[in-house]
């Protein structure tokens, strides 16, 4: 399911809404049980997290949440220039099992990386964002 980016119009004006609204004809309710065109959803949509940052070489990594995309994990670079690269490629998700927290779910080296794949928890190498990732596990059964 793709998801439109959000617009200040499409956050804000809910908000507005509910200021600008006749008060006399606002109907009363039970704490949080109120009707609201302000949805968990329409908060959460296009809200990316950014976690488990890293430098190497003066360069900075980090991973990425992408919710609009079911939450895949995005190893994220910046580059000699200073601009921003995205390495792992679609349906591929940069995350780890292990603990159930996900820690330690890649190491990097100039334009290598290394991670585990949440899908099925291979280990994963990639030579540079353009490389296509290569298993270095086996596939468990």
Known sequence: MLFSE???D???GPIIDLFTRDPFRMKTCPFG???SPITAEAIAAGSIRLYSPAIDDGRIAWLEIRPEEGGRS???RQD???EIEAFTPDPLSVRSKVHEYGGGAYAFCGDRL???NEADGRIMVQESP????LPLT???E
């Not at 353009?130 to 990732?133: K, Y």
């Open 10 to 12: 499409s956050i804000i």
């Open 138 to 140: 086996r596939l468990l």
């Open 114 to 116: 290394w991670f585990s």
């Open 33 to 35: 049980a109120w009707p």
């Open 80 to 82: 000699e220039k200073g």
């Open 74 to 76: 995005v190893f994220m």
């Open 6 to 8: 959000p617009t200040i």
């Open 130 to 133: 353009s490389a296509a990732p």
